[in-house]
């Protein structure tokens, strides 16, 4: 995505749209279909489209459906985006009062499930390899890049000899791989969680932006959310989107936090980890959205 002012007045124009107009009066802007990609209005059109179908507003519209076939056929970004909202997207969007950022280790235990120490999950993670792949981390990244979160995120892949058993993937795993989030004599604490909740997290990330940036539409944080998450499972893009949220189930879902000079407990600390259905292989990314002078962990293969 473009970060042109004519691309930021087309997203914020659309999230004004759609939280403003009654669907009603929006659909005659769908009436006429574009002839070119570059046309006037295409790009705010796209974005409403992703609008309207987060909050419900999209289904059994003819000019809507029109709209959106033609911006798949282009290849728009947005167009290959689901045209409702997906179950595992339900808490996009919503504000819940006392649930804003884990900051701590204790706020992360009082939310989910602790991972228990675990010596072999220690051992195995000393045979651990890293995979290089440029790609899979600028799209893992995308969401708090474009957010403009003070730091850039630290992505990391990695490759098991032996399948991991998912009651070792926890802290005593993820603080002997070679992390820079995790430099430092701190302590650390990782907990279960779900792919709605990561997915969540990479929306939010975009979506209300952070102290560097500015918050985006629901179009492009969707988009950036999705990417991301396909790029922590190790999915090509061509994957439809339900089948992917069927292979999430296969997947163990971890965060984690650490009082280690990455994490600074302040604006917003995030760590996540992915261990996937071969259990082989692990994705890992952590990010801060604190402004402070820190050594250099940016995004890496």
């Known amino acids: 995505m473009s970060c042109d002012e004519e691309t930021r007045d087309a997203v914020e124009t659309a999230a004004r749209l759609a939280r403003t107009e009654p669907v009603r009066s929006l659909e005659p802007l769908f009436g006429e279909l574009p002839d070119d990609p570059g046309q006037p209005g295409v790009e705010m059109r796209a974005c409403l489209l992703q609008e309207l179908a987060l909050i419900g507003a999209r289904t059994g519209r003819a000019h809507l459906d029109a709209y959106a076939e033609r911006l798949r056929a282009w290849g728009h970004p947005l167009g290959r985006l689901p045209d409702q909202r997906l179950d595992v997207e339900r808490r996009f969007m919503m504000r819940v009062r006392g649930m804003g950022p884990v900051k701590t280790a204790q706020q992360l235990r009082s939310r989910f499930p602790e991972m228990p ?28 890049t474009a957010g403009g979160w003070a730091r850039t995120p ?48 990479l929306f939010r990330a975009t ?26 499972m190790g999915l090509p893009v061509h994957v439809p989107f339900l089948e992917a949220v069927r292979r999430t189930a296969d997947h163990r879902w971890v965060r984690f936090v650490a009082s280690t000079p990455w994490f600074h407990h302040d604006t917003a600390d995030l760590g996540l980890a992915v261990l996937d259905p071969s259990r082989t292989r692990v994705a890992v990314l952590a990010a801060t959205d604190t402004d402070v002078t820190a050594p250099d962990a940016s995004a890496r293969p």
């Open 207 to 232: 979506y209300h932006g952070g102290i560097n940036g500015r918050g985006q539409g629901g179009a492009y944080a969707r988009l950036f959310a999705w990417d991301a998450l396909y790029a922590l």
């Open 117 to 144: 120490p675990s010596v072999t999950g220690a051992a195995a993670a000393r045979s651990a390899v890293g995979v290089p792949d440029d790609t899979r981390v600028r799209a893992a990244a995308r969401p708090f």
């Open 154 to 201: 630290e992505v990391r892949f990695f490759a098991l000899p032996e399948p991991l058993d998912p009651g070792d993937f926890g802290m005593s795993f993820l603080e002997r791989l070679p992390l820079d989030c995790l430099r430092g004599d701190g302590s650390g604490v990782a907990c279960a969680t779900t792919v709605d909740d990561v997915l969540d997290e």
